[in-house]
């Protein structure tokens, strides 16, 4: 028997469960990423991204709720690869003045993947016609590319400077 094709929206819940699931280890990842941090504009950084995503979470959620469905995540391989790079970093860098630059790097590496991911489910909800569910992720897109932001300020104004001093 032939494969049914699949549709946009299955495309749509398949990409809100894989964002879910990388939310919830962006959770679990970021306060090992403070910890780590010496900076302590870094430190705060991380913070506030954390109370950042966990209304993420929240909104994605109402997502899952305007398409019917249960929340749940599907494992994003991507998110996996991340942070375990992250990880790396952590341990191969620990005690180094490139610690915290690396740590920059990869959150901005998260940073681009979620970039992707809310402007691209963003899109095809207003092309779905989810009208309920357009405002939440664009409300989410607004905050990953200020965090993004912040990052790139932290890179060039600090962190950056203190790596190459040392």
């Not at 094709?5 to 280890?25: C, G, N, Q, R, S």
């Not at 003045?97 to 990869?106: F, K, R, S, V, Y």
């Not at 993004?148 to 400077?161: G, H, K, M, R, W």
Request: hydrophobic fraction near 40%; glycine fraction near 6%; proline fraction near 4%.
């Amino acid at each position: 028997m032939p494969k049914q094709p699949k549709t946009l929206d299955e495309l749509f819940h398949d990409t809100l469960k894989d964002i879910y699931f990388a939310e919830k280890k962006i959770l679990a990842t970021l306060p090992k990423m403070a910890k780590a941090a010496d900076s302590g504009e870094l430190q705060d950084a991380f913070a506030k991204h954390r109370q950042q995503t966990e209304r993420h979470v929240e909104r994605l959620e109402k997502v899952f709720s305007i398409i019917g469905k249960k929340p749940q995540g599907k494992t994003c391989k991507a998110i996996v690869g991340i942070t375990e790079e992250g990880a790396e970093i952590m341990e191969e860098y620990e005690g180094s003045p490139a610690l915290d630059a690396g740590l920059l790097a990869a959150a901005q590496a998260v940073e681009h993947y979620e970039i992707s991911r809310y402007g691209t489910l963003r899109t095809w909800a207003e092309e779905l016609g989810l009208d309920d569910a357009v405002p939440l992720l664009e409300a989410t897109l607004k905050e990953e590319k200020a965090t993004d932001q912040t990052l790139t300020e932290i890179a060039e104004s600090v962190v950056n400077q203190e790596a190459e001093a040392a």
